[in-house]
């Protein structure tokens, strides 16, 4: 199974953009689809996650701001990500989870990354 992202890019600030993350298959375990990234010099973090009851939650620092849904049919997450701004410059990775609160366990797929840079 892998988890295939695609969207980044670089645009200016107050611009939007649309990540998606398709999964090869269909992962009956996971339960949690989420969004992290990491900047340069940073640790990674938890950007949007969305769990299998629907429940969604956010960073404080994207609230209002970037929209994340899931396409059951298509296996697809995306994050819609708009009036973007230079700190949201980061590598965005894409996460599958059989646990809707931990994300690195042995039996969750990572994606291969996808950079998005904002420039001011």
């Known amino acids: 199974v892998r988890l295939v992202e695609s969207g980044g890019g670089l645009v200016q600030a107050g611009e939007s953009l649309r990540l998606s993350c398709a999964a090869t298959e269909t992962i009956f375990s996971v339960t949690s689809r989420s969004w992290h990234r990491q900047a340069p010099g940073k640790q990674r973090e938890l950007v949007a996650v969305v769990r299998a009851s629907g429940n969604i939650d956010y960073a404080d620092s994207v609230k209002g701001r970037f929209t994340i849904s899931r396409d059951y049919a298509k296996n697809v997450v995306y994050l819609q990500m708009n009036s973007l701004k230079p700190e949201d410059t980061a590598v965005y990775y894409c996460?599958?989870?059989?646990?809707?609160?931990?994300?690195?366990?042995?039996?969750?797929?990572w994606g291969q990354g996808t950079q998005v840079t904002v420039s001011s």
């Open positions: 996460n599958a989870s059989p646990s809707d609160a931990y994300y690195d366990g042995p039996d969750a797929y």
